[in-house]
Structure formats: structure tokens, C-alpha cells
């Protein structure tokens, strides 16, 4: 893949430049709560202020459904953003039109304005060709930084990008780069986690995963499915039982690709899903049938862990276990641990991605000793499941 690239822009002195950010970040009573997609946005922001251009910020929040939503404002970002810049940020409460023309053209050169939610407008979601001609007569050049709305084939991340000389952004090229180097040419052996509750939302991913990589670890709910369909007895728990011949068909694709599955051994079982309930670890076949699995257990850990240490690169996308009720976050913490401690060590091309995995790395303390972790969520999975995402498919040249 080719795009591109901000240094082949030419000059950008007091070129008005839109730069597609993904600012839908969590927000708590009006206030941004995690700041993690505004920091992944500065780079690209900084190294065009640094040229004098004049920087536009195209984002969306939330799903206003293309009305104005008062509490879908993008107006709670600026504030946090200015900070993180050390730099003033404009802000326009249209993000087409006279208002946006008008405050785009009173920015001096090198300076940043943000543009209100584009989802305001119907247009945006339909990808409508009139709605990226209004947008595209506020720029002369088009930057994506957002990869992770670009699985979304809107008219800020498709249409638009036809229309003016496109680029993809600092931020955008480096999750390009390091997804790449996890799943399209990885260094082998090249080893996943896959976890989470649902083998339903999961299936067109395992069945991509199983074709591409040595050894395939599944966790959390999902992997009871697959342990119902080996015949051993799942009590309580959480578990897909119309699913078992889907789970057999995912098995035999694995075996047929040299995949090896690596399944739960041992399990940590309970009664209740509440913090700090009475568990016990069990054997595989000695799961009771008022029990509930809720975590893997360590001989599992002890496992993956020494698959791991094997591997040259690792992709990571759903928890083990039930993370957010401790002590079902054990597996989970423990294999983030041993994951980022070989990554830091540069012994282990370590690559997480998608919401719930983000937070479960960050509860283990491990995200920052990954060698990446994604900003996306669904674009993140739609990746792992080999689908082409519109808004770096418009990019390419
Ligand atoms: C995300 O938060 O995953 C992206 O910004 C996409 O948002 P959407 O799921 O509302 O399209
Ligand atoms: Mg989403």
C-alpha cells in the first residue's frame, strides 16, 4: 500500500488544509474523560502549523443522526485540545457554509480551528457528493489522521478525499504501519488473542485469523462455545450452544491451515459474577453445573504465556476473562504483563487493538509497554477481519 505522504505536500504556507480527525472520544458530564485520540491527532497537527498552514478539524460525535444535537457538541474538545497543543484552537459552529469559510479564512497562517460535528448534517453519513463538495470548498489539500473511522465510507472519509489532493496523516500511516507489520507480513511465528464474550460478533474474524497465523489463543466467553462443541460440560456459563457447528467448521479451518487453537486447559469457575465471589479453579471436565466459567485459569496462562516467549509477534484483540470484576481479570492481567514485559524487551512485536482491549490493557498496566495499540475499535476489527476500510482505500495512489 502507497499513499500520500505530508512531506510530499510541497509548500503549505497559508494553505488551507482539512484534516479528518477522530475525535469521538469518551466524555463524562460534557467532559472529555480519555484523551487518547486527541493525543494521537497532535502530530500531524503540529507538523502542519509548523509549515503555516492553516489547520481545519473535520471529526464527528457520537450518532446525532444528521440533526443538531445540542449534547453531541464537538465544543467540549477544544479546551483539552488547545492544552495539549499549547496553542489556541478555534472553533465553528457550522462545519459547511458561510460561518466555516469565514472563520477558516481569519485564521493566521499555522493556526487550528475545529469544525462542529459533521454528523449535524444527513449528508455526512450518506456520503453524499454535495455535502463533500461544501467541505471540500473549505480546503486546498485533505489529510486523513482518523484510521479509526475508516471503516466508515463517509463523506469525510470517502467522498471528500476525491475531491481535493489527499493525504493520509502522521497518525493514520504510523497504525497503517504497525497493523501491517502484525497480520500482512508478520515476523513468524505470529501468534493471536482473541477473546471477548460473543463468537456471533467475532465469527468473520476468527475465520480470517485462522487462515493467517500460527497459533490462535481464545478467551473470555467465546471460548466456552468452543468448549461445549469439544464435548466438555460449560454448567452456567455464558455460552453460544447454537453455535457448536460453527465453532467445529472454525476448528477444522484451523487445522486445515496449520493453525494450532489454543483452547482453555483450566478454568476459574463461580457461582456469581460479582467482584470477589467465591471461585475455585477447575479442570476442564470438573466444571459443576450451577458453576459459571469467568476466567481462564493458570495452567492456561502458563501456556499462552510460553507460546508467547516462542512467537515473534503477537496480535491481541478481546480479554480472557471478565476483566471488569476482579478476580476474573487474572488471566488477562497476567498475560498482558508477560506480553508487555517481552515487548519491552524488544524480544516481542506486540499489537492490541479494539475498545474493550484497550481498557483491559490499561487495567493490567501493560498498554505502554505494547509495541502498538490501536486507536480503533471497529475499524480495528474490520481490519483483523481482512476487509478493505473505504477511508484507506481512497487513499491509496
Ligand atoms: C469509533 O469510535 O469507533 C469511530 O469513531 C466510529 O464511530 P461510529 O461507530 O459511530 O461510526
Ligand atoms: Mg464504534
Not at 54 to 69: E, M, N, S, T, W
Not at 135 to 142: E, I, R, T, V
Amino acid at each position: 500500500m502507497t499513499f500520500r505522504t505530508l512531506d510530499q505536500a510541497g509548500d503549505l504556507s497559508g494553505k488551507r488544509v482539512l484534516v479528518r480527525v477522530d475525535f469521538n472520544v469518551p466524555m463524562q458530564e460534557g467532559r472529555v474523560s480519555d484523551d487518547t485520540r486527541l493525543c494521537a491527532a497532535l502530530p500531524t497537527i503540529d507538523a502542519l502549523t509548523a509549515k503555516g498552514a492553516k489547520v481545519a478539524l473535520i471529526a464527528h460525535f457520537d450518532r446525532p443522526k444528521g440533526k443538531v444535537v445540542p449534547s453531541m457538541t464537538l465544543k467540549p474538545v477544544v479546551e483539552p485540545l488547545a492544552a495539549l497543543l499549547g496553542a489556541p484552537v478555534a472553533f465553528a459552529e457550522d462545519c459547511i457554509g458561510p460561518v466555516a469559510e469565514a472563520a477558516i479564512a481569519d485564521l493566521p497562517e499555522g493556526g487550528v480551528i475545529l469544525l462542529e460535528n459533521l454528523r449535524f448534517h444527513a449528508g455526512e453519513e450518506a456520503n453524499d457528493p454535495a455535502f463533500a463538495a461544501e467541505l471540500a470548498k473549505l480546503g486546498d489539500l485533505y489529510v486523513d489522521d482518523a484510521f479509526s473511522a475508516a471503516h466508515r465510507a463517509h463523506a469525510s472519509t470517502d467522498a471528500l478525499a476525491r475531491l481535493l489532493p489527499a493525504y493520509a496523516g502522521l497518525s493514520m500511516a504510523r497504525e497503517l504501519e504497525a497493523l501491517n507489520k502484525a497480520l500482512g507480513s508478520p515476523e513468524r511465528p505470529v501468534l493471536g488473542i482473541v477473546g471477548g464474550s460473543k463468537v456471533s460478533t467475532k465469527l468473520d474474524l476468527l475465520k480470517n485469523l485462522v487462515v493467517k497465523l500460527d497459533q490462535l489463543c481464545i478467551g473470555g466467553g467465546m471460548a466456552n462455545t468452543f468448549l461445549y462443541a469439544q464435548g466438555h460440560p460449560v454448567g452456567m456459563s455464558y455460552c453460544e450452544k447454537e453455535l457448536k457447528a460453527t465453532a467445529e467448521e472454525i476448528m477444522a479451518l484451523a487445522a486445515a491451515n496449520n493453525c494450532e487453537l489454543l483452547l482453555p486447559i483450566d478454568v476459574v469457575v463461580s457461582e456469581r459474577l460479582e467482584p470477589n465471589a467465591p471461585y475455585f479453579t477447575r479442570e476442564l471436565d470438573s466444571v459443576d453445573e450451577s458453576e459459571r466459567i469467568l476466567d481462564a485459569g493458570p495452567k492456561s496462562v502458563a501456556r499462552l504465556n510460553a507460546a508467547m516467549d516462542a512467537a515473534k509477534t503477537l496480535i491481541w484483540n478481546g480479554p480472557l476473562g471478565v476483566f471488569e470484576v476482579p478476580p476474573f481479570d487474572a488471566a488477562t492481567v497476567a498475560a498482558a504483563r508477560h506480553a508487555a514485559t517481552l515487548a519491552k524487551a524488544g524480544k516481542l512485536i506486540a499489537v492490541a487493538g479494539g475498545g474493550d482491549t484497550v481498557a483491559a490493557l490499561h487495567h493490567a498496566r501493560a498498554a505502554s509497554d505494547f509495541t502498538f495499540v490501536s486507536t480503533a475499535g471497529g475499524a480495528f476489527l474490520e481490519w483483523m477481519e481482512g476487509k478493505v476500510l473505504p477511508g484507506v482505500e481512497v487513499l491509496e495512489v
